[in-house]
């Protein structure tokens, strides 16, 4: 078996998606004083830099949306399932997300869990005032009943393929594929 990508987006779709994105939560007309990115580790952190860089542009405030990182490991309903190491990472939320509009961050939404987990993390931080979610790329295949309120892209997938987020913040490039699997000829 083969791995065979597909590109998605390149680095212009990403940058467009999110500006995208950056315009939404702006078109909600709500006090940006109150606003606060949290992102999911470790590409939903990026992303919500990037998301907070982009608004800070925007509306050309002198100091940046806040962004708080975010470690869901040991909220994960899954920790005894899974067959890797998860090593911890840890939770920087620099601001009180008490009465705070909450944006969370994350690349792929797929299951739910993630998401799931993340909630769970942030209420133990506090009570925000309001979550949204924003998510670069919405493959579908829920088993919770969460659904984005800003989505970069929706990518209908199969359960056998994955949506993997390069980053230059990691990766060294700006790029989202499709991989699945081929049958060797």
Do not use: W
């Not at 067959?83 to 944006?103: E, M, N, P, W, Y």
């Not at 984005?148 to 980053?167: A, I």
């Amino acid at each position: 078996m083969s791995e065979k990508r597909t590109l998605l987006l390149d680095e212009a779709g990403i940058k467009r998606a999110l500006t995208r994105i950056a315009h939404e939560i702006l078109e909600q007309g709500e006090d940006i004083r109150s606003l606060a990115f949290i992102g999911i580790r470790t590409r939903g952190v990026h992303l919500a830099r990037r998301l907070s860089r982009l608004i800070t542009e925007i509306k050309a405030i002198p100091d940046p949306v806040p962004v708080g990182e975010l470690d869901i490991t040991l909220y994960r309903d899954d920790l005894d399932t899974r067959s890797d190491r998860r090593v911890l990472q840890a939770t920087k939320v620099d601001f009180d997300v008490s009465g705070h509009r909450i944006v969370l961050v994350d690349d792929v939404l797929y299951t739910g869990r993630t998401i799931r987990a993340a909630l769970d993390a942030i209420t133990d931080l506090g009570r925000p005032r309001k979550i949204e979610l924003a998510v670069l790329v919405d493959r579908g295949h829920r088993e919770l009943p969460i659904r984005p309120d800003y989505v970069g892209r929706n990518q209908p997938t199969r359960k056998d393929e994955k949506v993997r987020l390069s980053l230059k913040e990691g990766e060294g490039v700006d790029q989202l594929d499709l991989v699945s699997q081929e049958a060797a000829s």
